[in-house]
């Protein structure tokens, strides 16, 4: 059965009625899953159609209220709050072990969907920038973690896939600078350019772990569209995002009609995630619910580049990300 093109006028909901058999016996982690956001519009098409589903984030009060409301809409869906593991805001790169070492089961699917505000210099307290550390130091270290349990998700038929939330800022900026990556410095620090850079090395890491499994993982890189969330909200963008003109005194859109739905929004990555179309495709970039590799500025998408990312982060953690 051949499975349909999806546009941008797609919504979560029908990507996930047509890929409904893809997402059926699998086992999904999903980061960033607050409410009112891209992440539990997500979690709300997964519970319908998956077997098991893992809801990763930092604060156990939140994601109890998620889980909640989850079950309430999918009541017979295995839903596992790990609170635990998602990436820092801001305490720590580093997921703990023993919050994911408790589950026996493998994994299909890890959807790297948490991000940090853009707002003033923070720092994690292993010494890194909170919206890197966030968007790609984090979901580096949690996907190295779980690659037994994704490689034991793999069929003659099936290739595990990785999740990562970029952004038309990939395309914006000017790509990552290797320099300051893993220096954090508070005089040179611009909230809007540090987004730029997380978001680049989102689409690099795609291609890096690609390239790097061997063909034994599939990483993709989604732009989600401008989604006005609960992020867009949060106190500490509010000033950031008006000065930079995007939102207006009041925190609202300035260009609202250019904005997605968070149901439209969350659509890509759901194909990302599902799509076997893009089997032949590992390491693309997504926007729109289509591979957009031709958006990227070759900054964010050559593989010298992502090779050389991913070694530089290997340094900054001190750990080597091998298969």
Known sequence: MSLPQFTSHATAEEVGASLREEMSGKNVLLTGTSMNGIGFEIARVLAQHVDILYIAGHNSERLKL????????????????????????????????????TPNHFMHVIIHNAAAPIGPFKLTTDGLESQIATDHIGPFLLTKLLTAKLLSGATATYTPRVILTSSVSAVLGAGVDFA?????????YHPVNAYFQAKAAAALQAIALSKRSGGKINAYSVHPGA???????????LESLKQIGLLDADGQPTQP???????????????????????GHPGAY????????????????????AERLWTLTEELIGEEFVF
Not at 257 to 277: C, M, N, P, W
Not at 286 to 305: F, G, M, T, W, Y
């Open 286 to 305: 997504l926007s729109d619910c289509k591979i957009a590799n031709d958006q990227l500025p070759a900054a964010c998408s050559s593989v010298e580049n």
């Open 66 to 101: 998620v889980e909640e409301s989850l079950k309430r809409e999918a009541p017979f869906t295995d839903i596992r709050p790990l609170s635990s593991i998602s990436p820092p805001s801001p305490p720590s790169a580093k997921p703990q072990p023993k919050s994911i070492r």
């Open 227 to 237: 989604v006005f969330t609960n992020l867009m909200q949060h106190e500490e963008s």
């Open 180 to 188: 300051i990556i893993g220096r954090a410095d508070p005089e040179n």
């Open 257 to 279: 009609e250019q904005y997605k739905s968070i149901s439209h929004g969350a659509a890509t990555t759901l194909v990302a995630a599902f799509d076997r179309t893009l089997n």
